[in-house]
């Protein structure tokens, strides 16, 4: 089975920016969409962004579109999450899993094999 370790999360004041990164181990994750949920305190899980196989495919949430970017370096088996211009409400708990599917979704049901999360903090 897979194991996905997210880093780079940390405090940054708003406007600030952070690169979250997503690295597997065990196996390779370079035939899998990849996507990248946040859990803000006392809200449900929320998709952020997700990434087709080899990079081609992207598409984000509303509220960081614009601002984030998505992509993965196959060869390190490792997927990136670029935040700029962050807010304090960007402000949750950070994860990456794995699409069930060629063609992922926003749903966290659509996704298996959770990390254990990276914390991001923006202060105001």
């Known amino acids: 089975q897979v194991q996905l370790v997210e880093s780079g999360g940390g405090l940054v004041q708003a406007g600030g920016s952070l690169r979250l990164s997503c690295a597997a181990s065990?196996?390779?994750?370079?035939?899998?969409?990849i996507g990248w949920f946040r859990r803000a305190p006392g809200k449900e899980r929320e998709f952020v962004a997700h990434?087709?196989?080899?990079?081609?495919?992207?598409y984000y949430a509303d509220s960081v579109k614009g601002r984030f970017t998505i992509s993965r370096d196959n060869a390190v088996n490792t997927v990136y999450l670029q935040m700029n211009s962050l807010k304090p409400k960007d402000t949750a708990i950070y994860y990456c899993?794995?699409?069930?599917?060629?063609?992922?979704?926003?749903?966290?049901?659509?996704?298996?094999?959770w990390g254990q999360g990276t914390q991001v903090t923006v202060s105001s």
């Open positions: 990434i087709s196989w080899n990079g081609g495919g992207k």
């Open positions: 899993s794995l699409a069930r599917t060629v063609v992922p979704g926003t749903s966290a049901s659509q996704y298996n094999y």
């Open positions: 065990r196996r390779t994750i370079s035939t899998y969409a």
